[in-house]
T-cell receptor
């Protein structure tokens, strides 16, 4: 069975601080995909990044960066120089390659980390 | 812009009522999903569909059913609403297999009184 653990329920930092959101996953599959989503107060989940299990290169997109380490089954997300607009709930998620009658089985989500950026 | 649209943002229903939550996507995606989001529990998959008229149970299907008569529309049905179904419901769609990201609607906050 797949599992995603986000141990940090809530993090509060002051604007301009760097912050790292942790994500640890469990799967028996050799091919899998990891995702990060952002859920602002408006409620809609916004896709941030996808990483497949064969690509351990770290990725940077502006102030956002992701560190994927298969050895520790972790896919951590760092926001550099945080801003108030980064305040949201962030979800890490996992899916595998397998089809179920031809389609996807859906994502396995962590419970989310509520990030509060104080001005 | 890709879009997943849920018919209602907020709903209040009475215990025992039959409730329909509608979701439409305009991306010609094969897969559609219904999740439920509760504080401290994250998102949990209720049902998903990988084709018209096809459906599969997710992790928490009890008390729910779904309908997919057209590719773009996926409905979640609460046959007899109960107070423990008060929650945020999120619809999503995706293309192909698990490698592709899912796109989410804005959510429906359902309160059953």
């Amino acid at each position: 069975a797949q599992k995603v653990t986000q141990a940090q329920t809530e993090i509060s930092v002051v604007e301009k601080e760097d912050v790292t959101l942790d994500c640890v996953y469990e799967t028996r599959d050799t091919t899998y995909y990891l995702f990060w989503y952002k859920q602002p107060p408006s409620g809609e989940l916004v896709f941030l990044i996808r990483r497949n299990s064969f690509d351990e290169q770290n990725e940077i997109s502006g102030r956002y960066s992701w560190n994927f380490q298969k050895s520790t089954s972790s896919f951590n997300f760092t926001i550099t120089a945080s801003q108030v607009v980064d305040s949201a709930v962030y979800f890490c998620a996992l899916s595998d390659e397998e089809d179920s009658g031809g389609g996807a089985d859906g994502l396995t989500f962590g419970k989310g980390t509520h990030l509060i950026i104080q001005p | 812009d890709v879009k997943v649209t849920q018919s209602s943002r907020y709903l209040v229903k009475r215990t025992g009522e039959k409730v329909f939550l509608e979701c439409v996507q305009d991306m010609d995606h094969e897969n559609m999903f219904w999740y439920r989001q509760d504080p401290g529990l994250g998102l949990r998959l209720i049902y998903f569909s990988y084709d018209v008229k096809m459906k599969e149970k997710g992790d928490i299907p009890e008390g729910y059913s779904v309908s997919r008569e057209k590719k773009e529309r996926f409905s979640l049905i609460l046959e007899s609403a109960s107070t423990n179904q008060t929650s945020m419901y999120l619809c999503a769609s995706s293309l192909g297999t698990g490698r592709t990201e899912a796109f989410f609607g804005q959510g429906t906050r359902l309160t059953v009184v």
